[in-house]
């Protein structure tokens, strides 16, 4: 008993040691942050990638840098977060294609796109259109419909890469429309776009924010677009709806995620910047000139989308047969 106040004291130091190398911990962030891009420069994911990285550095008080790693339908960029220390200063700035990865590249990437990442927050949607350049000088899907079922197979579109949101649109689309066509991958639609211009493909499903300038300029033709409504930046393009291709929907989005095993507080605080990023009123007319929609989903919620995604897209790519080329 004559003890207890001395073990009382050991344990109060203790307790004061422990507090004390906590609060010594550094704020995060104390160093700049990397956001990686699993496409090259000048894509919609970039773009997003880009746009919410000045907006961070601003909120956060520390240079936010975009390192674009394009390859490999972005299993590059996943991989090289996905290893990364879990501390905050390492993300990545994922799309669609993040939950097609399982369908294709299951047995041969080295992460779990579910299981090796903490959603942070989604941060812009972009509606697939179907473009057309040079090479298929036409102005509506019906005219497109039917120079594809007159050439089965020879007919090309572009996409950002196998197993891209781009490359399973495409694929949901010949299958709805009992059409075939040749898929031309690239590394990233900044690529894929660049191509259609010069009419060395035919077309492309591509994500509104891809191909938005393009379509405004009249060097591509847009001839519908998967959503429920018209786009306003589109008014005279129909959806795929009234153009008489029934079902077919397609959307894109692009959103925020960290290494699993990055700790509560930053993830709260990415998250917060990505609420204050969505809601800012530059960020929604940015967006919205690019094609896109400033949209927040965050936590539990993405997490929950993700794992939907990963089983829908999973089931998809084996009614379909799609395969990584």
């Known amino acids: 008993m004559r003890h207890a106040p001395m073990f009382a004291r050991i344990g109060g130091c203790a307790l004061l040691l422990a507090g004390a190398a906590v609060s010594a911990q550094p704020?995060?962030?104390?160093?700049?942050?990397?956001i990686v891009v699993g496409f090259s420069a000048g894509g919609p994911t970039d773009v997003v990638a880009r746009a919410f990285a000045d907006h961070a550095?601003?909120?956060l008080g520390q240079p936010v840098i975009v390192d674009n790693k394009p390859g490999a339908n972005t299993i590059l960029a996943a991989e090289a977060v996905a290893?990364?220390?879990?501390?905050?200063?390492?993300?990545?700035?994922g799309a669609t294609n993040h939950t097609m990865i399982p369908a294709l590249y299951a047995s041969r990437v080295k992460f779990d796109v579910l299981k090796s990442f903490a959603p942070v927050c989604t941060l812009a949607l972009s509606p697939t259109v179907l473009a057309v350049g040079p090479a298929m000088p036409?102005?509506?899907?019906a005219a497109f419909l039917q120079q594809v079922k007159a050439e089965p197979g020879k007919r090309t579109y572009a996409t950002p890469g196998s197993g891209s949101s781009g490359?399973?649109?495409?694929?949901?689309?010949?299958?709805?429309?009992?059409t075939s066509m040749n898929h031309i991958p690239y590394k990233g639609a900044a690529q894929a776009v660049t191509d259609l211009m010069g009419g060395q493909?035919?077309?492309?499903?591509?994500?509104?924010?891809?191909?938005?300038?393009?379509?405004q300029s009249g060097k591509l033709t847009a001839l519908a677009v998967a959503a429920p409504q018209r786009s306003p930046l589109l008014p005279d393009v129909p959806t795929f709806e009234e153009a008489g291709v029934k079902g077919y929907s397609a959307d894109a989005w692009y959103g925020l995620l960290a290494p699993a095993g990055t700790p509560a507080p930053v993830l709260a605080r990415l998250a917060q910047v990505a609420q204050d990023f969505v809601r800012a009123s530059t960020t929604v007319d940015k967006l919205r000139g690019l094609g896109m929609e400033a949209?927040?989903?965050?936590?539990?919620?993405?997490a929950a989308q993700l794992q939907r995604e990963v089983r829908d897209n999973t089931q998809l790519a084996r009614e379909l047969d799609l395969k990584a080329e």
């Open 27 to 34: 704020a995060w962030p104390a160093k700049p942050v990397r």
């Open 57 to 59: 550095a601003r909120q």
């Open 83 to 93: 290893s990364a220390p879990a501390d905050g200063y390492t993300l990545l700035l």
């Open 138 to 141: 036409i102005k509506t899907l």
């Open 167 to 178: 490359h399973f649109a495409s694929a949901h689309f010949t299958r709805l429309t009992g």
């Open 201 to 215: 493909v035919d077309s492309s499903f591509a994500t509104l924010g891809s191909v938005l300038p393009q379509l």
């Open 295 to 302: 949209q927040g989903s965050c936590g539990a919620p993405f």
